[in-house]
């Protein structure tokens, strides 16, 4: 599959690419089937995806799995999810590690189930020297909760003596998020047809382009991929400049 165009002379390349997968659910109603098998169906999606961005030279991407809302959800969906996640870690870990790409978790890890915690910890532990390519999955994560205990962590730095008040610029302040090894988001895509970000990496996508596509996520193929790809392309990013 070819790499991002060269053309891109009025903006940086794309580096961090972000998906909110929504839709699992609607596009399991529409087909009478029960939500679970959306999720089923979307779980497929993320690995080609995640090809598909490799092989177009996308080093950083994040997708949202599970926010710190989805808890209300039905227990029985709850569960199902968390089992999915787990079978495709275990699955995949062998893929990350042929394709070289590091996996790093965001959110509250220590408020998962403990099987998951334990899986996700040693599948970071056993991918954390992969340096080209990085799949960050977003679990048990909202963007509001993720600044507030970055602000927590800051303020302790503080305290420590590590480094000063004056010090925190939106810059440094940065180190102390779930991302501080990503940079900044450049594009965000959301599928299914909703127009939100719903709590979605708040402080990353400041300047972010965003991109909302009609098909549901487990519709959502390479080729669509890569005409999000041509959108973003066309997008003039100025950053508040001329």
């Given amino acids: 599959m070819q790499k991002l165009k060269e053309k891109q002379t009025h903006q940086p390349p794309l580096n961090h690419l972000a998906i909110i997968m929504d839709g699992n659910g609607r596009w399991a109603k529409a087909k ?17 995806i995640a090809k598909e961005a490799k ?34 870690v275990s699955k995949y870990i062998k893929t990350l590690h042929e394709d070289q790409v590091r996996l790093v978790i965001s959110g509250r890890i220590e408020g998962l189930p403990l099987p998951t915690q334990k899986l996700l910890l040693k599948a970071m532990e056993d991918t954390k020297s992969y340096q ?21 962590k800051a303020i302790k730095a503080v305290q420590n003596g590590l480094i000063k008040i004056e010090d925190i610029t939106p810059m440094t302040f940065h180190q102390f998020l779930d991302t501080a090894i990503l940079p900044p988001v450049d594009c965000l895509v959301r599928t299914s047809g909703e127009q939100r970000i719903s709590n979605f990496l708040l402080y990353q996508l400041a300047y972010a382009e965003l991109i909302f596509v ?15 790809i041509e959108t973003f392309q066309e997008r003039q990013r100025r950053f508040g400049k001329l």
């Fill in 214 to 228: 009609t098909k549901s996520w487990p519709d959502f193929k390479a080729a669509d991929l890569q005409q999000v």
């Fill in 32 to 48: 009478g089937l029960p939500r679970l098998k959306g999720h089923e169906e979307g779980a497929k999606r993320v690995l080609e």
């Fill in 132 to 152: 080209r390519y990085t799949l960050n999955i977003c679990v048990n994560y909202g963007g509001q909760d993720e600044i507030v205990r970055a602000t927590q």
């Fill in 55 to 88: 092989s177009m030279n996308i080093p950083y991407l994040s997708l949202f799995a599970f926010s710190t809302e989805n808890w209300s959800r039905p227990e029985l969906e709850v569960k199902g999810l968390f089992k999915l996640l787990n079978e495709f």
